[in-house]
Every structure is written in structure tokens, then in C-alpha cells.
């Protein structure tokens, strides 16, 4: 097994090494012809005449493209903004559609053939690292040397693991044009699906997916055993690839809106835009469906289901964010800073975001029903904002490349507004508790060792309180790994919660009769 491990681990390596040298392959050679096909109409003719010096060149990588690209389409707009003439500046990028069009790379010729040496070979030396792991061992969740890995406790694995997280999201989110080879690569898929050529969100969507998907069977692998973490992981990863990767895909391949049925504002923050208003409104049935969905959701769906059952039924269960954190970003969740400092910080931090959202949606929405006479485009500027400094910097660069620095929930416990929304219901209004049994802790620290949102699990089972923060996730993981059942996760009645039991031991508990 030990040789399956390590050539799963090769040809992982292998495949990233393919991802990451495929943005210098190929070289660029503007035309006319395709500034005018990828610009809008509005700019074809200036766009034409402002890139007109490149178009007897041949540029031999992206960097020198785009470099010459930008010195051109700089030197217009400057110009004009030295001149006050803020109507004629260009705004819109082109920089990735006239990269797309100019590139002549293998990349481009054999995009299944990259793909395949690409992220095929990673997820089949994922697959071969995980399916063999914990073979011979026995079953429950276990922190053995996790502190003793330079991966999982802030060491140089780790910190050049975050370091490729974060600039892959920025070149993803700001940068596009220079991985116009990777988008080429998946765009046979995107057309399978949707019709449409690969953009970078498509390319993110389908790693995003497949990540999930093969850390997903390291999770059951760890979980053999414990049903109820199997089950939760099974659930994460049929909503990430169905409702959030597939079903949007084939809904635009019918001439229906991108639509994402599980995510709710405002997470999805953009979701009262008077773009997405207005394509909703223009879609008939099926679009109206989809802003009673969102709205239904929002109004009835999320209180009553965290009354029920606590933010565990989105956080756990649903939400793609989560689904990444559980799987790709668990062998870090003990990183999670358990302080009282930080806890202090994620209260402000979180629910600022919360109020950030709910201001920005009701001046979008009392604007867009006022014609926007009340604030003019003033709104845009607010949702650029929003989009940068929440959607991008905070969900992307700090969410996911912070996991080997800060643990997995970094998004989910400081900065989803959503979380914020749920974890104030849960909080005062839900029958979800974690209940414990303090006569029976030993102090062993797993618990919170293993909570992935920064809980001192362990002062609550001291003490044989109730678990009552509305950052918990309730993913149960600090029930499982107690060796002596101290901990329970309770959706009855609130009468009556402490376990009457005298003894209790293992995880699933032996019961005995006073």
C-alpha cells in the first residue's frame, strides 16, 4: 500500500507540475479581426485602432502579450483621464477574450490531452494516496502526529501549499489572461455541458468540484465507522457537483439562467443586482421560480430549518465553502486559533460583514425600485467594493489559501455573512445544542483539537454545559473523536438533554441501567 501511496503522490506532483508550466506554453498573434469579434460594439473601432501596433507582432508568452497589451490600452485611457474625459475611458477588460483568441499553443490543439496530464493525473494520484490510507488500522477519527507534520502545523509544506493557494486565487480573480492555456484546456468539457466556451469561473468550478470529490474519499476513508460523517461528506459532495457544478451548466445549455438552487443570500451576495433582477424578470416561469426560490429560502427556509436542526443543516450538509473546508481543508482544522483574543475578533469581524450586506442590499434594492433615482450608479461602486474586499480577498485569497496558516473555517467562522445569519438563529431560536456529560471528560483536549471553528470544546465538557455558539457548525467531529462519549449532538426536545446514563464509553456508548 505504502508504493501505491507514494505513486498516487507522483503523479499528483506530476500533474500540478503540468498545471503550473502550462500558462508559459504557446505564443500570441493579434489580428483585426479578433479585437473586433471579442470587443463590444460600442469599442470595436476604437479598441481596433488602439491595438494596432501589435498586430505584426509575434509574442512568445502571455507575459510580453500582455505586457504590450496594457502599454497600449493604458497610454488611451491615461491619456483621457489627464483629460477629465471620463465618458470616452474604456472600463471593460479585454485582456483575457483577445488573449483566448490570439493564442496558438499544444494547450489549445489538445486541450483533452492537457487536461488529462494535468488535473487527470492529480486526481489519479489523489485517489491512489487516499483509498489505500488508514488500511489496517483501526476505525475512529484520530489526531496521532498531527502536530509533527511540517503540512498540518504551519511548516514549510504547508506555508508553500498556502503561498500556491493564494496566488492562484489572484491570478484566478484579477489575472485571468495568464491562464488562458487552462482555460482553453477545459473548455471541450464546458462546451459538453453548457454550450458555451470555458471561462476562468468554469476552470475554478470544475478544480473546486473535483477537489471536493477526491479529498471527499480521504474523509470516508476516516471515517469509516462513524456513518454519520460518512453520510455528511456523501452530502457535500453530491450538492457541490450536482446543485453548484452541474445542474447551473445544463440550465444555460437550455436558455435559462445560471442559477445556483443552494446558495442563499447573502452568501450569494449579488442575488437582489438589478442585473439578476432583471434576468430573472425576462425568463419567464422558470426565472420567476428562481427568485421565489431565493427569496423563500431566505424569509422561511433558513429559520426553519436552523430551528430544526442548527446551521448544521447548511454548513455541514449544503454549502460548497464548507464542503471544501471538510475535505480539502481538514488536515488543518486543528490550526483553528481556540483563544478567547480570537473569538473576540470573529464576533466583530463576522458580523460586520453581515450589516456590510444586509446596508448594501437594501440601498440596491430601494434603488433599483426607484428607477435609480435615489442613489443613480452610485449602488455599483458599493457592489464593486463588496465583490473585491468580500467576494474575492476575503471567500478566496484568505478563505481557502489561509487553511495552513489559520485552518479550514477561516471564511466560514470570520467572514460568510450567511454563517453570521444562521449562527444568530441558532444561537437564540433552535433546538440544536451540544450537550455533555462532564462527569465523564477526561480532559483528553480532542474535542478541541479538532474543532474547525476555534471552540475550547473541551471548557464546555469540563464544566458539563451546553455547547451555545452561533459559530459551531455542528459537524459532530468533536462527538466522534471523544473516547469516553461525553458529547452529544441533540435536535428533541430541550427538556431533559443531559444523557441519564451512568456510564458511558466509546463513541456510540454502552448503555446501562441504573
Known amino acids: 500500500m505504502k508504493v501505491i501511496q507514494s505513486l498516487g503522490v507522483l503523479l499528483f506532483l506530476v500533474g500540478l507540475a503540468f498545471f503550473t508550466v502550462m500558462p508559459f506554453l504557446g505564443d500570441y498573434t493579434l489580428t483585426e479581426d479578433q479585437v473586433l469579434g471579442n470587443t463590444k460594439d460600442i469599442h470595436q473601432k476604437?479598441?481596433?485602432?488602439?491595438?494596432?501596433?501589435?498586430?505584426?507582432?509575434?509574442?512568445s508568452?502571455?507575459?510580453s502579450f500582455l505586457s504590450a497589451y496594457n502599454e497600449n490600452f493604458n497610454e488611451y485611457n491615461e491619456a483621457l483621464k489627464?483629460?477629465?474625459?471620463?465618458d470616452e475611458v474604456i472600463w471593460d477588460d479585454y485582456s483575457l477574450p483577445l488573449a483566448q483568441s490570439s493564442l496558438s499553443s499544444p494547450v489549445r490543439d489538445n486541450p483533452w490531452l492537457f487536461l488529462g496530464l494535468s488535473i487527470g493525473l492529480a486526481v489519479l494520484g489523489g485517489l491512489m494516496y487516499n483509498l489505500p490510507k488508514y488500511q489496517g488500522e483501526p476505525s475512529g477519527i484520530k489526531n496521532n502526529g498531527i502536530f509533527h507534520s511540517?503540512?498540518?502545523?504551519?511548516?514549510?509544506?504547508?506555508?508553500?501549499?498556502?503561498?500556491?493557494?493564494?496566488l492562484f486565487y489572484i491570478i484566478l480573480y484579477w489575472f485571468p489572461a495568464y491562464i488562458v492555456n487552462q482555460v482553453w484546456m477545459v473548455t471541450p468539457l464546458s462546451m459538453i455541458l453548457s454550450g458555451n466556451p470555458a471561462s476562468q469561473w468554469f476552470l475554478y468550478g470544475t478544480i473546486y468540484t473535483l477537489a471536493i470529490?477526491?479529498?471527499g474519499v480521504r474523509m470516508f476513508r476516516k471515517y469509516r465507522g462513524n456513518k454519520y460523517q460518512q453520510l455528511r461528506t456523501a452530502s457535500v459532495m453530491f450538492f457541490q457537483t450536482?446543485?453548484?457544478?452541474?445542474?447551473p451548466e445544463i440550465l444555460v445549455l437550455l436558455n435559462q439562467p445560471y442559477f445556483d438552487f443552494k446558495n442563499i443570500w447573502p452568501l450569494d451576495y449579488d442575488f437582489f443586482y438589478d442585473y439578476q433582477i432583471d434576468t430573472f424578470l425576462s425568463s419567464g416561469g422558470v426565472g420567476m421560480f428562481m427568485l421565489i426560490w431565493g427569496i423563500l429560502l431566505i424569509v422561511i427556509g433558513v429559520p426553519t430549518f436552523t430551528y430544526f436542526f442548527g446551521k448544521r443543516w447548511y454548513c455541514s450538509w449544503v454549502c460548497g465553502c464548507g464542503g471544501l473546508a471538510e475535505t480539502v481543508g481538514d488536515p488543518y482544522r486543528q490550526l483553528s486559533d481556540k483563544s478567547l483574543k480570537a473569538w473576540k475578533y470573529e464576533r466583530v469581524i463576522i458580523h460586520s460583514v453581515l450589516v456590510l450586506a444586509v446596508v448594501m442590499t437594501a440601498l440596491t434594492i430601494a434603488n433599483y425600485f426607484s428607477g435609480f433615482a435615489l442613489l443613480g450608479n452610485a449602488t455599483n461602486q458599493l457592489h464593486s467594493f463588496y465583490g473585491f474586499a468580500i467576494g474575492s480577498v476575503f471567500a478566496g485569497v484568505v478563505g481557502t489559501g489561509f487553511y495552513p496558516f489559520m485552518g479550514n473555517r477561516v471564511w466560514c467562522r470570520f467572514g460568510c455573512p450567511l454563517a453570521a445569519y444562521l449562527g444568530l438563529v441558532q444561537r437564540f431560536k433552535s433546538r440544536f445544542r451540544i450537550t455533555t456529560n462532564g462527569g465523564q471528560c477526561i480532559s483528553c483536549g480532542n474535542c478541541s483539537t479538532h474543532c474547525e471553528m476555534g471552540i475550547d470544546v473541551r471548557w464546555y465538557a469540563q464544566r458539563g454545559q451546553e455547547i451555545v455558539?452561533?459559530?459551531?457548525?455542528?459537524?459532530?467531529?468533536c462527538s466522534s473523536v471523544c473516547p469516553r462519549g461525553v458529547l452529544k449532538l441533540e435536535n428533541g426536545p430541550e427538556e431533559n438533554r443531559i444523557n441519564e446514563m451512568p456510564i458511558i464509553i466509546g463513541n456510540d456508548s454502552i448503555k446501562i441501567n441504573a
Do not use: D, H, Q
Not at 82 to 86: C, F, I, M, Y
Not at 150 to 166: D, F, H, P, V
Not at 242 to 247: E, G, K, R, Y
Open 150 to 166: 511540517s503540512m498540518k502545523n504551519r511548516g514549510w509544506m504547508g506555508k508553500i501549499t498556502g503561498a500556491y493557494l493564494i
Open 469 to 477: 455558539r452561533s459559530s459551531c457548525v455542528g459537524c459532530g467531529v
Open 61 to 63: 508568452s502571455n507575459f
Open 242 to 247: 450536482a446543485f453548484a457544478f452541474l445542474i
Open 213 to 215: 470529490i477526491v479529498m
Open 46 to 59: 476604437k479598441m481596433a485602432e488602439i491595438l494596432s501596433p501589435m498586430y505584426s507582432e509575434t509574442y
Open 82 to 86: 489627464a483629460e477629465s474625459k471620463w
